[in-house]
C-alpha cells in the first residue's frame, strides 16, 4: 500500500487559511482517505527549495499564497496562459518531474458568478486579486472600469488588459470590490471608497472579495439595495475547487467545500487579516446570495 498523497497550502504566515478544512472535507466526500491536505508556512527564501523537495515527499500539488503567488509562478516549468497573463499563480501541479503553475482565481470569480453575466463592471483596487478579476472579465468581453486609491496602479492595470480607469465610479452591471478595505474595520467601507451604500443600486450584483465574520458592510449595505451579494468565500471555494480537480482528476464537492470553508472558525485566508475568531457555527450573513440573500 502506498503512503500518503499530499496537497497544501504554502503562505507566510498561513496559519488561518481555511483551505485545508475545505479540502480535507472535499478529499474525505469523494473517498480519497490517503489523500492530505496541510499547512505550509513558508518564507518567501525557502520557497524555491521547498518546491523543488515537496514531490519527493508525496506532494501533488499545492496552492500558493501570499506573499508567493509571483515566485511561484518563476519557479514553474510550465504555466497556463492564465497564469502567465495574470502574473502569478495560486496552483502548483507536480507531475512527471516538472512544475506546472495555474491561477485558478480568475475562473474561480467567473464560477463564483454563476449565470451573472455582466456587460459592465467596475473594479476596486489594483493589487494581485485584482489584476487576476480585470484580466477574468475582460477575457469574457466586459467593459471594465478600474478604480484603485493609488491612481498610477489603476491606469498601468487598465492599460495591460484593455480596461478603463477612473477615478469616479459609474453605473455598471457589477461591482468588484479586490481592495482590502473593509477587512480589519468594516466601518472603513464608505470612508476609504469612493462607494455611497444609498448608490450601490446602481449595480445589480456585488461582490466582496474580502470576508469575515459577520460579513463586510459593503455587501449588508448592496443586499438591503436589493443587488445580488457573492462574498469573498464564494470565490475561495470556487478557486479551491478548479485546483482540486486539477490535482485529483475528480469532480470538486463544492457543496462540501462551501460548508466546511464557512464553518471554520478563521476569519480569513489573508494573513494581513487577525479580527477576532469566532466560535464554529454555521456562516451568519456572509452568504452569497441571490436577491433577497438565500445562499447559492
Ligand atoms: P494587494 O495587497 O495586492 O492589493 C491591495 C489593494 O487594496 C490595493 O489596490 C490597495 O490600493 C488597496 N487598498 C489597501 N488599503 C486601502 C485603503 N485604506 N483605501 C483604499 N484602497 C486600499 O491585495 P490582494 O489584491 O491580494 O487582496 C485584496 C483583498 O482581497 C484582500 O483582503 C484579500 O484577503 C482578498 N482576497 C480574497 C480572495 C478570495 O478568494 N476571496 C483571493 C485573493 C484576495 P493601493 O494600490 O493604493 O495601495
Known amino acids: 500500500m502506498g503512503g500518503l498523497t499530499r496537497l497544501g497550502v504554502a503562505g507566510w504566515p498561513v496559519a488561518h487559511s481555511r483551505s485545508p478544512a475545505m479540502h480535507n472535507a472535499a478529499l474525505d466526500a469523494v473517498g480519497l482517505d490517503r489523500w492530505r491536505y496541510q499547512l505550509l508556512p513558508l518564507p518567501p527564501d525557502l520557497l524555491p527549495e521547498a518546491v523543488r523537495a515537496l514531490p519527493g515527499v508525496g506532494f501533488a500539488g499545492i496552492n500558493v499564497t501570499i506573499p508567493h503567488k509571483e515566485a511561484a509562478l518563476a519557479l514553474a516549468d510550465e504555466a497556463t496562459a492564465t497564469a502567465r497573463a495574470i502574473g502569478a499563480a495560486n496552483t502548483l501541479t507536480f507531475a512527471e518531474g516538472a512544475v506546472h503553475a495555474d491561477n485558478t482565481d480568475a475562473p474561480g470569480l467567473l464560477a463564483a458568478l454563476g449565470d451573472e453575466h455582466p456587460d459592465s463592471a467596475v473594479v476596486l483596487g489594483a493589487g494581485g486579486s485584482a489584476r487576476a478579476v480585470v484580466y477574468a472579465l475582460a477575457q469574457q468581453g466586459v467593459a471594465v472600469?478600474?478604480?484603485?486609491?493609488?491612481?498610477?496602479?489603476?491606469?498601468?492595470?487598465?492599460?495591460?488588459?484593455?480596461?478603463?480607469?477612473?477615478?469616479d465610479l459609474p453605473a455598471a452591471?457589477?461591482?468588484v470590490n479586490c481592495t482590502s478595505v473593509g477587512l480589519a474595520d468594516p466601518s472603513s467601507t464608505f470612508k476609504d471608497l469612493p462607494v455611497r451604500a444609498d448608490a450601490?443600486?446602481?449595480?445589480?450584483?456585488?461582490?466582496?472579495?474580502?470576508?469575515?465574520?459577520?460579513?463586510t458592510g459593503l455587501l449588508r449595505e448592496a443586499k438591503r439595495t436589493g443587488a445580488r451579494t457573492i462574498d469573498g468565500i464564494e470565490v475561495l471555494v470556487h478557486q479551491g475547487a478548479l485546483s482540486f480537480e486539477?490535482?485529483?482528476?475528480?469532480?470538486?464537492?463544492?457543496e462540501v467545500m462551501r460548508r466546511a470553508a464557512r464553518g471554520t472558525a478563521s476569519p480569513n485566508d489573508d494573513p494581513r487579516s487577525r479580527p477576532p475568531v469566532p466560535a464554529p457555527g454555521p456562516a451568519r450573513d456572509v452568504g452569497g446570495g441571490r436577491r433577497g440573500g438565500d445562499q447559492r
Do not use: H, I, M
Open 200 to 215: 450601490l443600486g446602481e449595480y445589480a450584483c456585488v461582490v466582496d472579495l474580502v470576508y469575515r465574520a459577520g460579513g
Open 173 to 175: 452591471d457589477l461591482l
Open 246 to 254: 486539477r490535482w485529483t482528476g475528480r469532480a470538486a464537492p463544492l
Open 145 to 167: 472600469k478600474v478604480w484603485n486609491r493609488s491612481v498610477d496602479r489603476a491606469r498601468s492595470l487598465a492599460s495591460e488588459f484593455g480596461a478603463e480607469a477612473v477615478q
